[in-house]
């Protein structure tokens, strides 16, 4: 049995970088919305079933996938990783975007190990099938470019949600005020009405301890609001008529994250 190679390293390495990222994911997400809704006990359970079969795959290539036997198993163990990024790429588009977003590094960190263990899976499985060609130098640096700008990514990420975090969009002096509550991934209330000569200065609360935002397509608007952090958005229509607002964050408008400002 020969020693493990440096393809196999980084894939076992990626696999447990997926797992802490998923782990980030639910006590970020999903712990402290626990017992808000059934769907966020529901959603718990499969992410965590996901966390344990991520942390079995890692352990077994840690420690058993190191000699030439089953090389199968180098492509067969990264399916998981790519099923679960997949069954997910909804909810991963906006956090991916906002580098300001409290999930921004976990994500960011699950899409480029699951990247890395495509790769490196597939070079692995052709090491193991002809040791011969192993990886060279060109290889081994180019997957240590990958990992430091995985880790600046990330590293940026937390910067950017610290600097973001309480971030307000006044364009415009209000004229009068009003309060929107974001709670149990719901917005509260869901209508408000204004006079088109007027501008809404909007506070938006969000008492959940994850984050959400204030999204309106038609006036250009685009807010993110941190977890348990209130942000002042000033509204200011363009003409009479029903305005719609929502959250942007996926699934988030299909749990009621949405309503209407009737301009008169």
């Known amino acids: 049995m020969r020693n493990r190679t440096f393809a196999m390293t980084v894939y076992a390495i990626a696999y447990w970088v997926l797992a802490l990222a998923v782990l980030g994911v639910i006590v970020v997400a999903f712990l402290?919305?626990?017992?808000?809704?059934?769907?966020?006990a529901a959603?718990?359970?499969?992410?965590g079933g996901?966390?344990?079969?991520?942390?079995?795959c890692a352990a077994v290539a840690t420690f058993v996938l190191s000699g030439?036997?089953?090389?199968?198993?180098?492509l067969v163990l990264a399916i998981p990783a790519v099923a679960f990024v997949l069954l997910n790429a909804p909810y991963l588009v906006y956090p991916l975007t906002h580098p300001?977003?409290?999930?921004?590094p976990a994500s960011f960190a699950m899409l480029v190990a699951t990247i890395v263990l495509v790769v490196t899976g597939g070079l692995a499985y052709r090491e193991a099938r002809d040791p011969s060609r192993?990886?060279?130098p060109r290889t081994?640096?180019?997957t240590t470019v990958v990992g430091a700008i995985t880790v600046g990514a990330v590293a940026t990420g937390l910067l950017a949600g610290a600097a973001g975090a309480g971030a307000s969009q006044l364009a415009a002096s209000p004229t009068t005020t009003a309060t929107l509550v974001a709670e149990g991934t719901k917005f509260l209330p869901t209508s408000?009405?204004?006079?088109?000569?007027?501008?809404?200065?909007?506070?938006?609360e969000n008492r959940d301890s994850i984050s959400h935002s204030f999204d309106i397509d038609s006036l250009g608007i685009h807010v993110q609001v941190p977890a348990k952090a209130t942000v002042v958005v000033a509204i200011k229509p363009a003409s009479a008529g029903p305005i719609q607002f929502y959250c942007a964050i996926g699934g988030h408008k299909a749990a009621g994250m949405d309503g209407t400002i009737d301009v008169g």
């Open 68 to 74: 030439s036997r089953r090389p199968w198993l180098r």
């Open 140 to 142: 081994r640096l180019a």
């Open 32 to 40: 402290p919305a626990l017992g808000t809704s059934p769907e966020v």
């Open 43 to 47: 959603v718990l359970t499969l992410v």
């Open 100 to 104: 300001a977003d409290s999930l921004f």
């Open 50 to 56: 996901f966390l344990i079969v991520f942390v079995l």
């Open 134 to 136: 192993a990886a060279g």
């Open 192 to 204: 408000y009405s204004m006079s088109s000569s007027d501008v809404l200065g909007l506070f938006v």
